[in-house]
């Protein structure tokens, strides 16, 4: 009984180990005596003991890597450092164990080399204003170049770029002055438009002025004109009125002598005298006679 119990433990001891449960995320690669055998996916796994064996353990999720800023050389002999941010997946883990000695490094290394052959044909400017052309080119060369390691290559970043430091400073100074001429640029727009919101301000007012005074005078004239015409109505109304009461001559005479009165007590120069003086004579004998007649009564 004892034999057995302990033969029951040990088989315990040899079985437990070799059952494996395998995450969402995890690829395991298993070798049977020494050669592949074959990959396990998630779920509960079984290996034979003795015979196989855990050879390596696969992230299948995707990977970042920052590697370290690189000396690269321009088009135009221009030295800089440039760091850049991998990011891939193992699509295939078989590959990735056995086809490359350590991947990472070998990652690194390509895109060292890669980048540099993407600078050396590229200007100083260039190379500023180019990141995507420099993104998309080493993407596409890396994830060639790892396919036969199992490594899907999903996006590459140049996440830094360091001139040297005069470059640097010459750059500052030209942004600098570029900023201060943009400055000059828009107050100069500034003043001009300016002054020609005063000028046609000012435009604006003299033509307005202009309307109002000759809507001023045009009342004016209108006022007057109407004045003379209510003028001459009374008259004519007046004179109406002396042939309808049947106003003699004589009358109409003494009202015509009663307005030269009124005109030589004004302050007119002139005084226009009636071309029948014959007229202006009998006007004053009867006008003598009718003095007369109103003394007597």
């Not at 396990?40 to 990977?63: H, T, Y």
């Not at 080399?113 to 050396?120: A, D, P, V």
Request: net charge negative.
């Amino acid at each position: 009984m004892e034999i057995l119990i302990a033969i029951l433990v040990i088989i315990a001891i040899i079985i437990i180990p070799c059952i494996k449960i395998v995450p969402q995320s995890k690829a395991y690669v298993i070798e049977r005596l020494g050669s592949y055998h074959q990959t396990w996916k998630n779920g509960l796994q079984f290996k034979m003991p003795f015979i196989d064996r855990i050879a390596n353990i696969v992230s299948l999720k995707e990977i970042v890597k920052d590697f370290d800023p690189q000396p690269v050389i321009t088009k135009d002999n221009v030295t800089m450092q440039i760091d850049t941010v991998v990011y891939f997946q193992i699509t295939d883990p078989k590959l990735y164990t056995y086809g490359v000695e350590y991947p990472i490094n070998a990652i690194e290394s390509l895109t060292a080399t890669t980048l540099r052959n993407i600078i050396g044909e590229l200007e100083l400017d260039e190379t500023l204003t180019s990141r995507d052309v420099i993104n998309t080119k080493m993407r596409s060369i890396l994830d060639e170049a790892t396919d036969p390691w199992g490594i899907k290559v999903t996006r590459v970043e140049v996440k830094n770029i360091l001139p040297p430091r005069d470059i640097e400073e010459a750059m500052e100074k030209q942004m600098r002055a570029e900023r201060e001429r943009r400055e000059k640029i828009l107050q100069a727009e500034g003043e001009k438009k300016s002054k020609i919101l005063i000028a046609e301000g000012e435009k604006e007012s003299e033509v307005l002025r202009a309307l109002a005074d000759k809507e001023a005078r045009i009342r004016r004239s209108e006022g007057e004109a109407e004045a003379l015409l209510k003028i001459k109505k009374a008259e004519a109304d007046g004179i109406k009125l002396l042939k309808e009461a049947g106003a003699d001559k004589a009358v109409l005479q003494l009202k015509s002598f009663e307005t030269l009165s009124q005109l030589s007590q004004g302050e007119a120069t002139k005084i226009i005298i009636p071309a029948d003086l014959s007229s202006l004579a009998s006007f004053g004998t009867i006008l003598k006679e009718t003095t007369k007649e109103n003394k007597d009564k």
